[in-house]
Structures are given as structure tokens and as C-alpha cells.
């Protein structure tokens, strides 16, 4: 099965959005195209990421999964 765009809390997310600050918290984005994303300074805490295509995301202080910083502003 193929990469989709994600539909959370009413907006549609896929390719190349601008996801600066969102807080995408234990948010379902199993098999999400998430390709050349912003995701600076974005909250993914407890996000289920299975599967998702990640490929040229820009992680700029962002919250994974797991609780740790991705390249966290000095």
C-alpha cells in the first residue's frame, strides 16, 4: 500500500506542508507522506509514525516520539 496524506483534526496533511509549531501529539500518521515537511518546533510526542515516508522532513527542535529533542536550538 502506497503513502497517503493524513486527515487530523479537520486539516489535511501531506508532502511539503508547513507544519512549524503544530502539536501533533499522539496523532495516528501511520503511512503518512510526510516528504520535505517542516516539522520545526513541531510537539510528535507519543505520534504513531509507522510506516511514514519521512524523507527531507526538517526536524529543527521538534518533539519526537520518544520525548527527545531533534536537533534541539543551542
Not at 32 to 43: F, M
Not at 46 to 73: E, R, V, Y
Request: hydrophobic share 35%; with cysteine.
Amino acid at each position: 500500500m502506497g503513502l497517503f496524506s493524513k486527515k487530523v483534526n479537520g486539516q489535511v496533511i501531506k508532502a511539503c506542508a508547513d507544519l512549524n509549531g503544530a502539536n501533533l501529539s499522539a496523532t495516528n500518521l501511520t503511512r503518512a507522506d510526510l516528504t520535505n515537511t517542516n516539522l520545526s518546533n513541531a510537539d510528535l510526542s507519543n505520534a504513531d509514525l509507522t510506516g511514514a515516508n519521512l524523507d527531507g522532513a526538517i526536524f529543527h527542535n521538534t518533539t519526537m516520539p520518544d520525548g527527545s529533542i531533534k536537533n534541539p536550538q543551542p
